[in-house]
């Protein structure tokens, strides 16, 4: 079931609709370009993290749900946006601090010592569940659909296509998706909007904000960077992201797998097995790890091994220019259950990089990264730079 989903998701995402996307992803940039002007003054250094977040999470809401970042005029109250955000940050933070605590990690025993936190989450899961379905009424009365078929990647199910528009969000089409004969249930809707917003909006700031670091911490670097920049973008001329500008941008890819390889947002994922695993590779003896075991998988450390990367703890973009560039799936997780939306994601990080980079000078100041884990990898001392802004003349 997992993996007929996983294809509608990989339609849902495929090349030509990330045209529709990466409108957002630069309208957003550009949003957070002018947000970030107040801290602006090339002498403090500051958290870039939660000015990130907020971008992306716009960002997600926008490509899952098509809800803009706006206010209600007539009511002066924020909108379905403003609710939609403010609940899944909320629902963050608490599974967070569920996260860190034993006592918490247990359902039954979360009931007992913790009955504050649990009535908080199931009043939050409640409001995000009545927002979706809210959006999912309304979208289904708009619908307008004929039935086409799609079998790329060995896919079996139908897609009816919205007639009247392009499908530009993913609601819309999984609204308009069957597999094997029947339409997704609300409920199933729900599900794939969930794991879209929260997984993006914890794993992608965290990304982004460690490249930004890096990229302050590397002047080379980020001089090569905007050299690249400025042969796509001519000083001058407008920043205008496109698919096509985006994967002109070679280097800053490299950038970015050079700080997903060093500082990977998911340091540690599990697969369970389905059937015995024979090893000969353990520096001790032969053996057989068992069907139904739960596996767990230490990336961090593998993407950090000498065998594997030359100077590992160097932060060196151009060791992705080699053969060594192959291992960068590893940050994006493993097999089947790899991230699915990884070319929404790089051109999304690309699109926020490239606009503060053009607009501002990132600088090596305050406090040094102080790696800790919790639901993702982050920073107990924040992700902290100062910028400078850039003469565009």
């Known amino acids: 079931?997992?993996?007929?989903?996983?294809?509608?998701?990989?339609?849902?995402l495929r090349p030509e609709i990330l045209t529709d996307f990466v409108e957002v992803f630069a309208a957003q940039a550009q949003t957070l370009v002018e947000r970030l002007r107040s801290v602006c003054d090339g002498k403090s250094s500051f958290d870039v993290q939660p000015y990130v977040e907020s971008a992306v999470l716009d960002v997600l809401i926008a490509s899952a749900v098509g809800v803009e970042s706006k206010v209600e005029s007539e009511q002066a109250q924020p909108a379905v946006h403003?609710?939609?955000?403010?609940?899944?940050?909320?629902?963050?933070?608490?599974?967070?601090?569920?996260?860190?605590?034993?006592?918490?990690?247990?359902s039954t025993i979360y009931s007992i010592l913790c009955p504050l936190k649990k009535r908080r989450q199931q009043r939050l899961l409640k409001t995000l569940r009545r927002i979706n379905n809210e959006l999912i009424v309304e979208q289904r009365a708009l619908a307008k659909t004929t039935v086409t078929t799609d079998k790329s990647n060995d896919a079996i199910y139908t897609i009816e296509v919205d007639a009247s528009r392009r499908l530009d969000t993913l609601l819309k089409q999984l609204l308009t998706a069957n597999v094997d004969g029947s339409s997704l249930s609300d409920a199933e809707i729900c599900d794939e909007l969930n794991t879209f917003i929260f997984q993006g909006s914890l794993l992608t700031p965290a990304a982004i904000s460690f490249t930004l670091v890096a990229i302050s911490r590397h002047p080379s670097v980020q001089q090569k960077v905007l050299e690249e920049l400025h042969g796509?973008?001519?000083?001058?001329?407008?920043?205008?992201?496109?698919?096509?500008?985006?994967?002109?941008?070679?280097?800053?890819?490299?950038?970015?797998?050079?700080?997903?390889?060093?500082?990977?947002?998911?340091?540690?994922?599990?697969?369970?097995?389905?059937?015995?695993?024979?090893?000969?590779?353990?520096?001790?003896?032969?053996?057989?790890?068992?069907?139904?075991?739960?596996?767990?998988?230490?990336?961090?450390?593998?993407?950090?091994?000498?065998?594997?990367?030359?100077?590992?703890?160097?932060?060196?973009?151009?060791?992705?220019?080699?053969?060594?560039?192959?291992?960068?799936?590893?940050?994006?997780?493993?097999?089947?259950?790899?991230?699915?939306?990884?070319?929404?994601?790089?051109?999304?990080?690309?699109?926020?990089?490239?606009q503060i980079l053009l607009a501002y000078e990132v600088l090596p100041f305050g406090k040094e990264l102080c790696l800790e884990v919790k639901l993702v990898l982050c920073s107990s001392s924040g992700w902290q730079v100062a910028l400078r802004e850039r003469n565009v003349d």
């Open 82 to 106: 403003g609710e939609y955000a403010q609940t899944v940050l909320a629902l963050i933070e608490l599974f967070t601090s569920r996260f860190l605590s034993l006592h918490s990690a247990n």
């Open 1 to 12: 079931e997992w993996q007929r989903r996983r294809q509608l998701v990989m339609h849902a």
């Open 232 to 354: 796509v973008w001519p000083k001058g001329t407008t920043c205008t992201c496109t698919v096509e500008s985006l994967s002109k941008l070679k280097y800053l890819a490299n950038v970015i797998n050079e700080s997903l390889r060093l500082y990977p947002p998911q340091p540690i994922i599990a697969r369970d097995l389905n059937k015995n695993f024979n090893y000969t590779h353990s520096h001790y003896k032969d053996g057989v790890l068992p069907a139904e075991s739960e596996i767990y998988i230490n990336l961090f450390e593998m993407l950090r091994q000498a065998e594997s990367f030359a100077n590992p703890d160097c932060f060196r973009p151009e060791r992705f220019n080699s053969a060594e560039k192959d291992t960068d799936l590893l940050a994006w997780g493993l097999g089947p259950r790899n991230c699915v939306a990884r070319r929404y994601t790089m051109l999304l990080m690309k699109s926020v990089i490239a």
